[in-house]
């Protein structure tokens, strides 16, 4: 669409009607396809465009009638610096390759994992400093207990919610 209104510097978002259906209302093989091309939308902005969508709940997304990925509601976006962009393009070849290592090390240069390091949380709830190693051990547990783990990228989210009751980690505000 094209704006039309009077000519200044204020910032207008001009968006158009778009036919289309949300998740729920999709038959189950035409759910799996949006999820991976979400899965596939996310990852290629954080890798090539750094500008992210960051509020991509399942009523800002639809399938259009054509079968492509709609994004609705651009009132939530955020930039994501250039080294975040080259850690997680590093992430991905590290999880397809099983460098679980290069993997938790990606994830602190992304700010998954806190600036002051790798830990663990100890029986009495208190953080103890753990190895790059460490983690990637417990990641590597993590991502092969959740379905097509290594090579998935949707896994991500399941297994890093599971390692958070005993590593500290962080939600960088690009994800929030």
């Given amino acids: ?31 799996l396809a949006m999820t991976k091309m979400m899965v ?4 290629a902005q954080l890798i090539r465009t750094g500008v992210v969508h960051a509020d ?4 800002n997304i639809m399938m259009d009638e054509q079968g492509r990925l709609v994004y609705l509601d651009f009132g ?20 397809l390759a099983g460098n679980w290592t ?3 090390l990606d994830f602190m240069k992304c700010g998954i994992v806190p600036e002051e390091g ?19 051990c ?14 998935r990228f949707g896994a991500l989210a399941p297994g890093l919610a599971g390692m958070s009751r005993d590593y500290k980690l962080t939600a960088p505000p690009y994800i929030i």
């Avoid at 991509?56 to 009523?59: I, L, N, T, V």
């Avoid at 610096?81 to 590290?94: H, I, L, W, Y």
């Avoid at 991502?143 to 097509?148: F, L």
Wanted: with cysteine; charged share 25%.
């Fill in 76 to 95: 939530l976006m955020t930039y994501v610096d250039k080294t975040v962009m080259e850690a997680f393009g590093s992430g991905v070849c590290n999880m």
């Fill in 40 to 43: 596939d939308a996310s990852v």
């Fill in 118 to 136: 790798f830990q663990k949380k100890l029986e009495d709830g208190t953080m103890f400093p753990i190895s790059a190693e460490e983690f990637g």
């Fill in 1 to 31: 669409p094209k704006y039309t209104g009077p000519k200044g510097r204020a910032r207008v978002l001009a968006l158009e009607w778009v036919d289309g259906k949300h998740m729920d209302a999709l038959p189950k093989d035409k759910q």
């Fill in 56 to 59: 991509p709940h399942e009523g």
């Fill in 102 to 104: 290069g993997l938790a």
């Fill in 138 to 151: 417990a990641l590597k547990t993590a991502m092969m207990g959740e379905v097509g783990g290594k090579s």
